[in-house]
């Protein structure tokens, strides 16, 4: 039963996460005078530190070697 509470509860709590991170980011533009897209690119690389943070190593180790010009994992290669 809990997991209906919940699962029907998971878009409406994603879309209020999203609301409130908007808001934050209004406030800022209004109160600080600060551009948009400054604050936008802040945002994108505070979400991308936190992400690096919340993931497990191994993720961040498989994608190392895409920014250096190295090959692509061997899990992501097609086969023809």
Same mark, same amino acid.
């Given at each position: 039963?809990?997991?209906?509470?919940?699962?029907?509860?998971?878009?409406? &709590?994603?879309?209020? $996460?999203? *609301?409130?991170?908007?808001?934050?980011? #209004? =406030?800022?533009? !209004?109160?600080? &005078?600060?551009?948009? $897209?400054? *604050?936008?690119?802040?945002?994108?690389? #505070? =979400?991308?530190? !936190?992400?690096?943070?919340?993931?497990?190593?191994?993720?961040?180790?498989?994608?190392?070697?895409?920014?250096?010009?190295?090959?692509?994992?061997?899990?992501?290669?097609?086969?023809?």
């Amino acid at each position: 039963m809990l997991g209906v509470i919940t699962g029907r509860w998971r878009l409406p &709590r994603r879309l209020g $996460i999203g *609301v409130l991170y908007q808001l934050l980011f #209004a =406030l800022i533009i !209004i109160w600080v &005078r600060v551009q948009p $897209i400054i *604050v936008a690119l802040s945002g994108f690389l #505070a =979400l991308s530190g !936190i992400n690096l943070v919340i993931l497990p190593r191994r993720a961040v180790w498989r994608q190392i070697g895409w920014g250096v010009g190295g090959s692509a994992p061997p899990s992501s290669r097609r086969s023809c």
